[in-house]
């Protein structure tokens, strides 16, 4: 009860305090003579930045309200618990990415913060949660720098150290990628949408957080998951991303369930056979495209791989539909225990990539994955194939060893290697193999940005 009493000063001194660009006061001045709850809304029209937020208030603007940096620093910088930047244009930002120039940089005192409804263009980074904990991006427009070099561009959201922060239900686009974590946990993206980045989400040691429900459209890569642990990746769609839809790079107990990756033929650019302008020195390497058959109209199957999984260990991957990409799953780098079932494997060029020895059934309890290129028959009308499914034999680990052997699949040797090989199954070499096939595909469901 006496805490009661105690906050009733502070509530009864807040204001709404309207300001209007005619006044001629800076905003700074205004925030600076604001006391802490107070809400100050600004009417249509342009306001100098950068400025500093020090105390708990709400910074809100009519529609036409504009806060324009000068191209130094950050735009707004929160550095007190509680605040809230609302409905305001937000451009302006510095470029210097060592000093996290951003369209609003909320520091590791800004606990709680809420930066919703806003529209940030041309600024390095467009929200920076940098140690923000418990904060929140949500329903934010962010259209990052465009025609620069992406090494020198920002994230929309980039979330470093915030325990518990949100990024939700936000459409980012341009810049380097959409939401960028390092070094966090608890986090949930939910919900966002995003277009011409390099990568959709990029995480990078951040444990026990949630990837759902986002769209990511004409990327690199949709979802590239690094030396990140126990997340849950449900709901996700990757709709003509270029080179990955997802990728597991040293990603581990995770579940992935009830994502979709969906591949388009797309023009075959220079940059994405060889000099790479998105390459990424974390991200593990794939073969050369080049390699990739190009049909005559320059056209090539993208995303490259519905899915990489390089060295990812002990996940589930569920009821996923992977379509129309090169190759539907390349499984590499000595990942072990991950239970891959209830999957959809449709119209992908080669549905498997894996290189080796080791025999691994990929379906669990009985229930296996569905595979399009499967002649398989079902008498007995359980929903499950009545024989097995492999999707490699050993000429296919000759084609990704010697590519030039493509010229000989139509030999009459290497016809006799395989019928040899349907024949007596003993002759197979290790690899994936399903020995509960699906007959019918899960459903997914293909959404794109419009």
């Known amino acids: ?32 003579a604001a006391a802490a709850g107070d809400v100050i809304t600004l009417k249509a029209g342009e306001y100098a930045a950068p400025i500093a937020i020090g105390k708990p208030l709400i910074l809100s603007g009519e529609k036409g309200a504009r806060i324009v940096g000068n191209g130094r620093g950050s735009v707004i910088t929160i550095n007190a618990a509680g605040v809230t ?29 809420v930066i919703e409804g806003n529209v940030m263009t041309g600024n390095l980074f467009g929200i920076y949660l940098h140690g923000a904990a418990n904060s929140v991006a949500q329903r934010n427009t962010i259209v990052g720098l465009q025609g620069e070099r992406l090494s020198e561009a920002g994230n929309g959201v980039s979330v470093w150290n915030a325990p518990g922060a949100q990024v939700l239900d ?52 949709g979802y590239a998951i690094m030396f990140s642990n126990r997340l849950k990746i449900t709901g996700n ?57 190009r049909n005559p109209a320059g056209l090539r199957p993208g995303p490259e791989k519905c899915v990489f999984i390089y ?5 589930r991957f569920a009821d996923n539909r992977f379509e129309g990409c090169a190759i539907g799953i390349h499984f590499t780098a000595g990942s072990e225990a991950n239970a891959i079932s209830g999957n959809a494997f449709i119209n992908n060029r080669n549905q498997v990539k894996y290189v080796g020895t080791r025999y691994m059934d990929w379906s669990k309890d009985g229930r296996g994955n569905y595979w399009s290129d499967n002649p398989a028959f079902d008498l007995n009308g359980d929903g499950i194939a009545d024989n097995p499914y492999r999707p490699n034999d050993l000429i ?55």
């Open 85 to 113: 930047i609302r409905n305001l244009a937000i451009s302006g930002s510095g470029y210097d990415l060592t000093a996290l120039d951003s369209g609003v940089l909320a520091t590791e005192a800004a606990t709680g913060a």
């Open 170 to 221: 936000n459409v980012i686009g341009y810049g380097r990628d959409g939401i960028a974590t390092m070094a966090s946990k608890r986090n949930v993206f939910s919900r966002n949408r995003f277009s011409d980045l390099r990568f959709g989400i990029h995480y990078m040691y951040t444990n026990d957080s949630e990837i759902s429900d986002n769209i990511s459209t004409g990327n690199s890569v």
């Open 237 to 293: 769609v990757s709709d003509g991303d270029r080179d990955h839809g997802l990728l597991l790079n040293y990603a581990n107990s995770s579940i992935i369930t009830g994502n979709s990756v969906f591949g388009r033929l797309q023009p075959a650019s220079r940059w994405l056979l060889g000099g790479n302008r998105n390459a990424d020195p974390d991200m593990p390497k794939s073969e050369d495209t080049t390699s990739i058959e």
């Open 396 to 450: 296919d680990k000759v084609l990704w060893t010697a590519p030039q052997a493509k010229l000989l699949t139509t030999s009459p040797a290497v016809q006799v290697i395989r019928w040899a090989q349907a024949q007596f199954p003993a002759l197979l070499p290790g690899g994936v193999v399903d020995s509960h096939p699906l007959m019918r595909p899960i459903t997914g469901k293909r959404q794109q940005i419009q």
């Open 311 to 315: 060295n990812a260990n002990k996940n």
């Open 1 to 32: 009860m006496a805490a009661f009493w105690a906050a009733l000063p502070a509530v009864a001194l807040a204001e709404d305090r309207i300001v209007s660009p005619a006044e001629g006061r800076s905003l700074q001045a205004v925030i600076d």
